[in-house]
């Protein structure tokens, strides 16, 4: 973004003071993180009143800030719009930058792979466009605002994650944005708790159409049938599906994981060879997106192939790491539910990268009611894995445990409450350079903790 503040105002229909000549080229909520041009944008909260770092952001480089009207003290030495609610200024702001936008936009939902998909995504198109992306987790009501104040003007596709906990956030997103490409990457159990079933889920992901534009398409997960009724009770939407079932209108005909990552063949709108500098089938999966979406936009499979093997994806997403000894970590801890678990230990289960194979799984979060049997059935895949060992951390995965050894699981297992030292010393002691050890967990449990102490530094 490059606008006069007097612009801003008028988006805002605000009045302000010391206006004149303030350029904004971006915008900021944390004073900490203020880059040189932002306009600052000040929350009021129960435990932080962002009003009290104003001038810190302005020391910082921002050049303006809003300010709300019943906050008292406001500074009269430098350019304040004041506004009623900082967090509906925000999303306005947002909303009145975007209709002067001509770039294309997509959106990106699903229950698991959203930052992965976004990632890929951005890799196929960044050789061929100007792309920008939502950076870190900015994918809610605040982060989607401040994503699209932070455009460049330049900017030719802006590839944005859309996240949620509950019904109407999506929607509010997607209308928001008004993408001309949507994409579903799945739907899982995550928001159980919030949304009742995944039927639930897949409607409050179905809601990225809302904001669609006319002439707009959606990519879909085909080999989820709550998916597909949405989708057939919406004739009039122009869909396009996705996955491993031949019927699909892009499917994955053969998967080969080497050294470098996975090698994959697809069938369908094109035929090619492709290789992304990842693991896990799952993640083969949401790289059927970012070649639909490339193909639309008049790229073919050999510009895509060769992006996609260049492929930068976002830290603990199946990330290839070495440890000290030599054993090969697959960091995959940035979140889990019981979708994409499953699809890690499948990954584990088929790989032929290491001879020796252990499991490091952490508690998974927000399941609701149901979480006790969630975490108790991961026994009866883990019992399809030749595995070396298999350490459980956190409260939740005490049911995991229970039921191995109710079961006479032979491997060695290894639970720990709230102590990363255990299992790190499990892992020193018993892994070697023939070892491939899988790291999968909620964010809030930290498994990258492990990860690091284990890491070649």
């Not at 104003?54 to 304040?80: H, R, S, Y």
């Not at 992965?116 to 809610?140: C, H, I, R, W």
Request: glycine fraction near 8%; hydrophobic fraction near 40%; proline fraction near 4%.
């Amino acid at each position: 973004m490059k606008r006069r503040l007097t612009e801003l105002a008028g988006w805002l229909q605000a009045e302000g003071q010391l206006l004149d000549n303030v350029v904004v080229t971006g915008a900021s909520i944390d004073s900490r993180t203020v880059s040189p041009g932002d306009l600052f944008i000040p929350f009021r909260g129960e435990q932080v009143n962002g009003h009290q770092y104003v001038q810190q952001a302005i020391e910082k480089g921002a050049v303006a800030a809003l300010w709300m009207k019943d906050e008292p003290n406001a500074p009269t030495t430098i350019p304040l719009l004041f506004v009623d609610d900082p967090e509906q200024a925000l999303q306005q702001l947002a909303r009145a930058f975007r209709k002067e936008l001509t770039c294309k936009f997509i959106g990106i939902t699903g229950s698991n792979g959203k930052t992965s998909t976004k990632d890929l995504m951005a890799s196929a198109l960044a050789p061929y466009f100007n792309v920008q992306k939502t950076e870190g987790n900015f994918n809610n009501e605040l982060g989607l605002p401040l994503t699209i104040l932070n455009l460049k003007e330049d900017t030719e596709i802006a590839v944005l994650e859309m996240g949620m906990s509950g019904f109407g956030e999506i929607s509010f997103l997607s209308t928001l944005a008004e993408p001309h490409y949507v994409v579903i990457t799945n739907i899982g159990e995550a928001h159980l708790q919030d949304l009742g079933s995944r039927e639930g889920i897949a409607k409050a992901k179905f809601e990225i159409i809302d904001g669609l534009q006319k002439g707009g398409k959606l990519f879909y997960d085909g080999d989820e049938p709550l998916l597909q009724t949405l989708v057939d009770q919406t004739p009039e939407l122009e869909a396009v599906s996705f996955g491993y079932g031949q019927s699909n209108d892009l499917a994955i005909t053969e998967i080969i994981s080497g050294d470098t990552g996975s090698q994959f063949t697809v069938a369908g709108v094109l035929s090619g060879s492709f290789t992304i500098p990842v693991y896990g089938a799952h993640q083969v999966k949401n790289a059927l997106a970012a070649i639909l979406v490339s193909n639309e936009l008049r790229l073919d499979g050999k510009q895509i192939a060769s992006a996609l093997m260049q492929s930068k994806l976002t830290d603990m997403r199946m990330q290839p790491l070495v440890a000290d000894n030599g054993a090969l970590l697959i960091n995959d801890a940035y979140n889990a539910a019981p979708t994409s678990m499953q699809a890690a230990l499948q990954f584990l289960h088929e790989t032929s990268l290491r001879s020796k194979k252990w499991a490091v799984l952490g508690d998974m979060l927000e399941l609701g009611d149901n979480e006790r049997h969630y975490h108790e059935s991961i026994a009866e895949q883990l019992r399809t894995i030749e595995l070396e060992g298999i350490l459980l951390y956190g409260p939740r995965m005490k049911w995991l445990y229970e039921e191995l050894q109710n079961n006479g699981e032979q491997t060695t297992v290894v639970w720990s409450e709230n102590q990363y030292e255990p299992l790190i010393e499990k892992l020193q002691s018993l892994t070697d350079e023939h070892t491939i050890v899988l790291f999968k967990g909620s964010r809030g449990m930290a498994l990258e903790t492990i990860v690091k102490a284990l890491e070649k530094q």
